[in-house]
């Protein structure tokens, strides 16, 4: 006996259709069916970046400052700005993400200097908020952003997410396809949805090593 040797399995959009009808009970049968569950697929992509960072969608980004201008346009699939430094002569400095109302009550917006806040507006094209602003060319911005998750366009789409999301994804769907067709199985397929999202959410942490630190009581003299 020996085994495949592949490790590239994978389904496309009408593959997680058709397993997702068969979850509750029902059979793919027109066009609209298939339209209809693609287009469910698509909003669970919408929920499943409210819910949090998915670090597969996490990127890196490197941008040169132009001296005398605080605001950066980002592209429209920038989820979120998780953190961001500025490297000047190869040495990072930290930026502080601030909020809204701490970047309006700063007083002078116009001051130069080497930015050390940041302000991330979200926008349908969002933006970066530079505080001070830049008072060099040559320095960068660097920051992660968590990237939108790539539409299902066709059924022959796949999926940009790791394979242990799959389950995950099929599960989802067949819960949204009951909320239309299979009201009887709404709260089963919900609950296997929820335990199949955290299962795969929990291999998708960053993995740090343990570190004891003694309690100051200790350290007494």
Request: net charge negative.
């Amino acid at each position: 006996m020996t085994t495949s040797g592949s490790v590239d399995f994978d389904l496309d959009a009408a593959e997680i259709i058709e397993e997702a009808y068969e979850r509750c009970g029902l059979e793919m049968r027109t066009g609209y069916d298939a339209r209809t569950a693609r287009r469910s697929m698509n909003i669970m992509l919408a929920e499943w970046a409210n819910r949090g960072v998915n670090l597969w969608t996490v990127r890196q980004q490197t941008t040169t400052l132009t001296a005398g201008t605080a605001t950066l346009t980002l592209t429209a699939d920038v989820v979120s700005v998780l953190e961001a430094v500025i490297r000047r002569d190869n040495t990072d400095f930290d930026l502080q993400l601030i909020s809204r109302g701490e970047y309006l009550s700063i007083p002078n917006k116009t001051t130069t200097g080497r930015p050390s806040q940041f302000y991330y507006s979200r926008l349908t094209v969002p933006e970066i908020n530079l505080w001070p602003t830049p008072d060099s060319s040559s320095d960068q911005i660097v920051y992660y952003f968590m990237k939108r998750m790539e539409d299902f366009d066709t059924l022959k789409n796949t999926s940009d997410m790791p394979f242990r999301f799959l389950p995950c994804m099929v599960a989802g769907l067949a819960y949204y396809i009951s909320l239309k067709k299979a009201p009887d199985r709404i709260q089963v397929l919900k609950t296997l949805y929820e335990e199949e999202f955290q299962r795969a959410l929990s291999e998708d942490q960053e993995r740090t090593g343990l570190t004891l630190v003694p309690s100051i009581q200790y350290l007494r003299y």
